[in-house]
């Protein structure tokens, strides 16, 4: 199936919901039809080129003049496996947690802590989606996709995915160059639960033998409490990402601020602060401006009040960020992709 459509809305397409048109769409659900698109004509002549997931990481500041692609391909399928493992192929218009839910439901544990992030299974690695202690690189064997210059289909095995902390190659080199068709993950037949994050582990505390199944209920619970549900209130889950700063930086804050949380990362010369807190201590959470705001429960969350856009809530967020800047002397980098006329804004 194909869709293709001139001035479309992606406003119901994104889950901050605010309004901006793309000057081309192009919706397909076959690997086949985007080939013969680009067999037919460069998709350079479009202008510039876009891949639409979920919407739930994007914030566009004008209308998009050029194609947005939707890869709605669905599917997942299980390849193959041996004693301890099952290899799962999903398609990258699969909702995130609708694989997540069919992989609990086999018992095949190893994003069960992923549960209920919004989003398609074809944005999973490239922001390499994580939580609770688990990233989809753990789990992530191979991404197969397309090159957009070309046409080529490509299988890219895991370590070629240079992932790191909501990172990948196809956020880098391959950016704007390459669209995930399907994803294939290994997953565990007999899965260690992962409770590293401390309210998991308390919240399971009465149960004598949890499953992944009761961690997956969990963490459903935890980020119904503290998340805002995008189908209700306009948002794309951190607007920042966890800022990693010199060691040495971390330590002097720490003393000003004894309170501040600090995580360690493999680099024993860097420290990772929680954007959250810092997005807190400044006096933001609840704070509105306009259409746009700052969730109550979770300062890192910006929110689409009712009638916002995306100009509006994006100067909120450079508000925050200086606060951030002047108070802690720490610069908060994004993890929602900004996207202006001509694509993502650096
Ligand atoms: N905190 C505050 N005030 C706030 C928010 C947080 O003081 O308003 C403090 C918390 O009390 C806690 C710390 O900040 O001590 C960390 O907060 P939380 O546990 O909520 O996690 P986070 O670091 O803010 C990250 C991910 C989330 C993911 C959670 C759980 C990033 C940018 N965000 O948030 O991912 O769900 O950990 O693993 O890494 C997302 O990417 O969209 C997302 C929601």
């Not at 889950?15 to 081309?24: E, I, S, V």
């Amino acid at each position: 199936m194909i869709r293709y459509i001139e001035n479309f809305p992606l406003q119901h397409h994104i889950t901050f919901g605010t309004p901006a048109n793309a000057k081309y769409f192009f919706e397909f659900t076959e690997v086949g039809d985007l080939q013969e698109l680009i067999q037919s004509r460069p998709l350079g002549e479009f202008g510039p080129v876009l891949v639409l997931g979920g919407g739930s990481n994007l914030l566009f500041v004008s209308d998009f003049d050029g194609l947005v692609i939707y890869p709605n391909i669905p599917g997942i399928v299980p390849e193959k496996e041996d004693a301890s493992h099952v290899w799962v192929r999903a398609g990258a218009g699969v909702e995130w947690d609708d694989f997540v839910a069919f992989s609990v439901n086999k018992g095949w544990g190893g994003i069960e802590n992923l549960s209920l992030i919004p989003g398609k299974v074809g944005a999973a690695p490239v922001q390499n989606i994580g939580a609770y202690g688990q990233e989809a690189a753990d789990t992530i064997e191979s991404v197969c996709g397309i090159d957009l210059r070309t046409g080529e289909e490509w299988e890219i095995s895991a370590p070629d995915c240079r992932f790191a902390y909501r990172n990948s190659i196809f956020k880098q080199e391959l950016k704007g160059k390459f669209l995930v068709t399907s994803v294939l993950f290994k997953l565990k037949k007999f899965p260690q639960l992962n409770l590293s994050y401390d309210g998991v582990a308390r919240m399971l505390e009465g149960l004598a033998e949890p499953t992944i199944s009761d961690v997956r209920n969990v963490i459903v619970d935890i980020r119904r409490s503290k998340l805002p549900d995008p189908a209700i209130i306009g948002n794309a889950g951190s607007f920042f990402k966890n800022p990693v700063v010199n060691a040495d930086l971390a330590s002097r804050l720490a003393e000003i601020h004894p309170g501040m949380p600090q995580y360690m990362v493999s680099d024993p010369g860097k420290v990772k602060l929680s954007a959250g807190w810092l997005i807190d201590q400044c006096g933001w959470k609840g704070a509105t401006r306009g259409g746009a705001g700052v969730h109550e429960r979770h300062a890192l969350v910006l929110v689409n009040r009712g009638e916002a856009t995306g100009k509006e809530i994006y100067g909120l967020s450079e508000e925050i960020r200086k606060s951030v800047l002047e108070r802690f002397g720490v610069s908060l980098e994004r993890e929602v992709l900004v996207i202006g006329s001509q694509g993502p804004l650096e």
